[in-house]
C-alpha cells in the first residue's frame, strides 16, 4: 500500500529536549516537505526536499532542522523544542516538485506538545 | 506577498443540497491549484487540482471546482452534499516551476441531516 508514515503519532516532552520526528514514504517520490498545523493558520511549509541531499527552508523554518540522505525517509528535527512548537506537524511527498505531478500524500500527522 | 483566502471559518448545509467552498489566491503567473480534505484524526488528502484547460475540474467523492482566472478563485462545488462530506477542506497553490506550496487556513464543512 502507498503510503507516508510518520512516527510517533504523539508525543509530549520538555522545553530544550531534542527530539526527531521520523517519516517514511514508499512510493519513490522525489520531493517531501514538513507542515505544522495550527488553529486558524492552516498549515505552513518548515522545510522541503527536491531529491536526496537537496533540502531548502519554507515559511516557518525557524527551531527546525531536515536531512534527505535517502530518497524515502525525510526526519524532522528539534534541536531545542519550545512550546510555540506545539502543534500538529504532517509530513507529505509527492513524486516531483514542479510538475503537474505535484498533488500530495500525506501522513497521518504528529501531535506534538512542549511543556 | 503570494497568499491564499479561504474566506469562510465553516460552512454548513443540509444534505442533499448543494455546497459551496470558497478559495481565492495572490499568486503570480499561472499556478496549480489544488483542494484537500482532512477528516478528524488523518491526514489531508488530494481532491483534486487545476493545471491548465477546462475551468471546471472533476475530483474525488463528486467534487468538482470552478477556476476563474479574473477573479483568482477556486471555488470548490458538490451538487448533492452528504453527511460524510463533513470535513475540513484546504485550498493550495504553488507557483508553476517553484517548489513552495501555499495552504489557505481551511474550511470546516458541516453537513446537517
Not at chain 2, 17 to 23: A, E, I, S, Y
Not at chain 2, 25 to 40: A, C, D, E, I, R
Not at chain 2, 45 to 65: H, M, P, R
Request: a positive charge; one cysteine or more.
Amino acid at each position: 500500500e502507498a503510503q507516508v508514515t510518520q512516527n510517533p503519532r504523539y508525543l509530549i516532552t520538555v522545553t530544550g529536549k531534542k527530539l526527531t520526528v521520523t517519516c517514511s514514504q514508499n512510493m519513490n517520490h522525489e520531493y517531501m516537505s514538513w507542515y505544522r498545523q495550527d488553529p486558524g493558520l492552516g498549515l505552513r511549509q518548515i522545510y522541503y526536499s527536491m531529491n536526496v541531499e537537496v533540502t531548502d527552508k519554507g515559511d516557518v523554518p525557524e527551531g527546525y532542522k531536515v536531512s534527505r540522505k535517502e530518497k524515502r525517509n525525510f526526519p524532522l528535527i528539534l534541536e531545542s523544542p519550545s512550546p510555540n512548537q506545539t502543534s500538529l506537524y504532517f509530513c507529505a511527498s509527492s513524486l516531483d516538485g514542479r510538475t503537474a505531478n505535484t498533488e500530495a500524500f500525506f501522513g497521518q500527522g504528529t501531535r506534538l506538545t512542549v511543556v | 506577498a503570494q497568499s491564499v483566502a479561504q474566506p469562510e471559518d465553516q460552512v454548513n448545509v443540509a444534505e442533499g443540497n448543494p455546497l459551496t467552498v470558497k478559495c481565492t489566491y495572490s499568486v503570480s503567473g499561472n499556478p496549480y491549484l489544488f483542494w484537500y480534505v482532512q477528516y478528524p484524526n488523518r491526514g489531508l488528502q488530494f481532491l483534486l487540482k487545476y493545471i491548465t484547460g477546462d475551468n471546471l475540474v472533476k475530483g474525488s467523492y463528486g467534487f468538482e471546482a470552478e477556476f476563474n482566472k479574473s477573479q483568482t478563485s477556486f471555488h470548490l462545488k458538490k451538487p448533492s452534499a452528504l453527511v460524510s462530506d463533513s470535513a475540513l477542506y484546504f485550498c493550495a497553490v504553488r507557483e508553476r516551476g517553484g517548489f513552495k506550496t501555499i495552504f489557505g487556513a481551511g474550511t470546516r464543512l458541516f453537513v446537517k441531516a
